[in-house]
């Protein structure tokens, strides 16, 4: 029922029932943890019955159920979108103490624990002077290393100092935090309603993307992430606000239609700064994400090897380190009535430091994964065997080209970043040669720059190829702009003077008379397949052979007898193509680096057979 009253009753008067009742009314507004006046009227009601009075508020201001004593049976009504084992329940309870005692009592821990609210609050009611009451409070911070939640508590506060503590952003930074720490990522479970935020500013870029092409593509990566999006909003300003990014009538629009349709998150198609997260957080009332954090949040959904899961982690923490410190005036504000340096400043300073510490461990981790992949790639390159990787747009339809081309299994979905960790399988060409065939991450336009910079070791196996083969989803109307966003993120590798062939790929879905496969296959080194339909891999396969050859030549050598240690070297050095025992020595025939040959100068014997 709408405004029942829960507990014992027995004994109360009508009048205050009726006054309990009016506490369906309250709204608390504007991210506030508490109101002085929720706090007062609830005092009021405690000293006249001396018992306990409880509310639950959920995120939203809204106050769910009151409940009289101290009995647990207070059926909360659900709250929408808030499940899982990371996430707290949605809801906090606000209570007081007819003792006066502000400080939370054993029971109230358990009870904070065992229903996972959002945060406990207690209320000593100090009679007569109810004014004077003091609240604290505690929330969930943590697991243990037993599994079990981690409280920390508040105060005591003067209900004014309780009024300053802005609570969405407390409430979001520990989701965060159970989010690291029970290994999920913060989109993986349950259905999040999410709304998509745009802009259109400053001069028509002449990239191609229109704000809507790429919001298009926002709300795929949100599908992606596992949210749900009920809602997209796109603005157009000559420039973005310094303070909210969007204009602050538009940031009102947004809060409102938030609270009105149970929205948990709203996303941003650009970069913000953060002050601008937590400015458009704290008028909001939900968390907010900018493209960024949700190419993270997928890229850590994904991650399965313990190299993807650093590099994941790394990307993550460089992201977050500048808004903890953000976050850190919600805390500190916290701090600011007890003492000097209140608590959650200190707290704040741990956190950056164990954050930085961290950051410094996974860089270190990464580097000994990368001295042994170096040691690898040192290996390969001494044996010679060329290498090809794979790279262009997400979705392009990479994986699926490594399947068929190297007759394997690996996963391949119509979904942005199926593939994060590289997989390398080897590939047999028509000329008997062997290759070594590497499929990476796709790319995006905007890739967050501190993943790049967190997959370089990873990406370097592309840098280090003999051969790109850059697919591209030719049935994607906006192929041309992928690809234009591959050449950036290639160059920013340091890649981009390789050796390329464009593969357009999905040749199948285009509509037969259009005409499009004629004119691009005309281009320089660049073909039309169909990774799926297995539509001329024949063809793309004698090209690669093609344009391996370019750095690799096929000489015979005559190697004496009394020489023999050098037929080992040049199986190791290249692939050997025939062997043959003469009279004068070994005639071997071996396709090899060009480089290479000069080391063998001497036994070269282009001659020696017809
Ligand atoms: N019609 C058609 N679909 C294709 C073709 N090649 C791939 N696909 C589909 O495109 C989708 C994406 O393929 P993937 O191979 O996962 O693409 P990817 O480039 O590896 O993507 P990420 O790993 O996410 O970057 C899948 O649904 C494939 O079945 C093709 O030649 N024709
Ligand atoms: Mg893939």
Redesign the pocket.
């Known amino acids: 029922m709408a405004n029942e009253i829960y507990g014992n009753l027995k004994g109360i008067r009508n009048s205050v029932i009726e006054e309990l009742k009016t506490f369906y009314d309250i709204r608390l507004e504007g991210g506030q943890l508490l109101t002085s006046e929720l706090a007062l009227r609830m005092a009021d009601v405690t000293d006249f019955i001396n018992r306990e009075v409880s509310v639950y508020v959920a995120r939203n201001g809204q106050v769910l159920a009151v409940s009289v004593g101290n009995d647990q049976s207070v059926e909360l009504p659900p709250v929408e979108g808030r499940r899982g084992a990371s996430r707290l329940s949605g809801v906090r309870c606000v209570h007081t103490h007819p003792n006066g005692n502000p400080l939370l009592s054993g029971v109230d821990i358990s009870a904070l624990k065992n229903n996972r609210f959002d945060a406990m609050i207690a209320v000593g009611v100090t009679s007569p002077d109810i004014s004077q009451s003091q609240m604290s409070f505690g929330m969930i911070t943590g697991i243990d290393d037993n599994e079990q939640y981690q409280v920390e508590c508040y105060g005591p506060l003067t209900l004014q100092e309780a009024e300053g503590v802005f609570f969405p952003n407390l409430a979001a930074m520990v989701e965060r935090i159970l989010d690291k720490q029970t290994g999920s990522a913060s989109l993986a479970q349950g259905t999040e309603r999410a709304i998509i935020v745009g802009m259109e500013y400053g001069a028509p870029n002449s990239s191609g993307w229109t704000a809507e092409d790429s919001l298009e593509e926002l709300k795929q990566l949100a599908d992606t992430a596992g949210a749900e999006v009920v809602a997209r909003f796109l603005q157009k300003r000559p420039k973005p606000d310094p303070a909210f990014f969007i204009g602050r009538g538009k940031v009102q629009e947004l809060a409102l239609y938030v609270q009105q349709e149970n929205v948990d998150l709203c996303i941003f198609d650009d970069e913000l700064s953060p002050a601008q997260q937590r400015n458009i957080e704290q008028s909001m009332g939900v968390r907010v994400l900018d493209r960024t954090a949700l190419i993270l949040d997928i890229f850590a959904q994904r991650a399965h090897t313990n190299e993807g899961k650093l590099q994941v982690e790394l990307a993550q923490l460089q992201y977050t380190l500048p808004r903890i410190m953000g976050k850190g005036l919600a805390l500190s504000r916290l701090g600011g009535g007890i003492g000097t340096r209140g608590p959650g400043e200190t707290k704040l300073e741990v956190d950056r430091r164990r954050i930085r510490d961290r950051i410094a461990y996974i860089k270190e981790c990464i580097g000994k994964v990368k001295s042994v992949r170096t040691l690898h790639r040192a290996g390969r390159a001494k044996a010679s065997v060329p290498t090809v990787s794979?790279v262009?747009?997400?979705?392009?339809?990479?994986?699926?080209?490594?399947?068929t081309l190297t007759n394997s299994d690996i996963?391949?979905?119509?979904?942005?970043?199926?593939?994060?960790d590289p997989t390398t399988r080897q590939l047999d060409l028509p000329n008997k040669q062997q290759a070594i065939l590497t499929?990476t991450?796709?790319?995006i336009q905007r890739l967050p720059h501190q993943l790049v910079a967190a997959f370089q070791s990873t990406l370097e196996e592309v840098v280090q190829s003999d051969v790109l083969l850059h697919?591209i989803?030719v049935?994607h109307e906006l192929y041309k702009e992928q690809a234009a966003a591959v050449y950036q993120v290639l160059d920013e590798l340091g890649a981009k003077d390789k050796t390329i062939i464009t593969v357009y790929?999905?040749?199948?879905?285009l509509p037969p008379d259009s005409g499009l496969a004629e004119r691009l296959s005309k281009e320089e080194n660049s073909i039309c397949?169909?990774?799926?339909?297995r539509?001329n891999l024949d063809g793309l396969l004698a090209l690669i052979a093609e344009n391996l050859k370019l750095k690799a030549v096929e000489e015979s050598f005559l190697v004496p007898y009394s020489d023999s240690a050098a037929v080992g070297r040049l199986h190791d050095a290249g692939t050997v193509l025939e062997q043959e025992y003469l009279a004068e020595g070994t005639l071997l025939k071996v396709l090899l680096d060009a480089e290479q040959v000069q080391q063998f100068a001497k036994y070269l014997a282009a001659d020696a057979k017809a």
């Open positions: 794979l262009g747009y997400t979705n392009a339809g990479k994986s699926t080209l490594l399947n996963y391949a979905q119509d979904q942005l970043f199926a593939t994060l499929d991450v796709g790319f697919v989803d049935s790929n999905k040749i199948d879905k397949i169909s990774a799926k339909a539509y």
